[in-house]
């Protein structure tokens, strides 16, 4: 493994596409200029205060139809170092990190499939608030390690703690899959209390977490009827501030 650490560049993802990249370089960036964020959102961080950085994983003993299990391990080596500093994080599904209802984490992972159904390589996109203690009104809840310890801490430090974190999961993903599930729904925001959703079409309605399919689906009861429907990314969305 090696570490690329770049002052500025576009998108730490964007990078990793380079083939020179193999299983376990990261690319870290101090400053990036075009952040990318889920559901085609850009990811903004103050320059050199932030944790950005993308991580190339060759997962190839996991099927396609499994890719959901690595999305949870890397939710949970970021629980993991979080709590190594006395914070309490819960992964907000898909995988974003959560610390009470702030987000102090966003991750963005793509695949490249290979031969048989087969992952080949996958990028792991982290953006962590380590420093940052002020954003743009535009972000909707974000927070960070210092604001919520009170401490500032080395983005080198961190990101140590966190790569020998994600080594750790990486571990459990090959050994011992079921158990990485089982890690994930303990540490699930909203599992099993009611909340406000929203649907593509805008339409909102009451429900509880249920389940998290291996698979990635999330299983919400509706309180309106009181049947489980299962939901891909895309197809619903927590409203916050709707508890
Ligand atoms: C999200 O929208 O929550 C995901 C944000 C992911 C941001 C990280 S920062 C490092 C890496 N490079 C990118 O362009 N995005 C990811």
């Not at 309490?88 to 898909?94: G, S, V, Y």
């Amino acid at each position: 493994m090696a570490v690329f650490v770049f002052k500025q560049m576009g998108s730490t993802n964007a990078e990793c596409k380079n083939p020179c990249y193999a299983h376990g370089d990261a690319v870290v960036a101090v400053e990036q200029t075009a952040g990318r964020g889920q559901r085609g959102n850009i990811w903004s961080s103050k320059a050199g205060e932030n944790l950005t950085f993308s991580l190339v994983w060759e997962a190839d003993f996991l099927a396609a139809r499994e890719q959901f299990l690595l999305s949870e391990a890397v939710a949970l080596a970021l629980v993991d170092t979080l709590a190594g500093y006395g914070l309490e994080a819960h992964i907000k599904w898909p995988n974003d990190i959560y610390v009470g209802h702030k987000k102090i984490c966003g991750i963005l992972i793509e695949h490249d499939l290979g031969m048989a159904g087969r992952l080949a390589r996958t990028i792991v996109g982290i953006g962590l608030n380590v420093n940052q203690t002020e954003w743009d009104e535009s972000i909707p809840n974000p927070t960070s390690i210092a604001l919520l310890t009170g401490e500032r801490r080395g983005t080198n430090d961190v990101f140590g703690d966190l790569y020998e974190a994600l080594e750790r999961r990486f571990e459990q993903l090959k050994s011992a899959p079921q158990s990485v599930q089982t890690d994930y729904l303990a540490r699930l925001y909203r599992l099993n209390k009611p909340s406000t959703y929203a649907l593509p079409d805008g339409k909102k309605f009451r429900g509880t977490i249920r389940d998290v399919r291996p698979t990635g689906e999330l299983m919400v009861e509706h309180e309106d009827g009181g049947f489980v429907k299962p939901y891909l990314f895309k197809e619903i969305e927590l409203v916050l501030n709707g508890r």
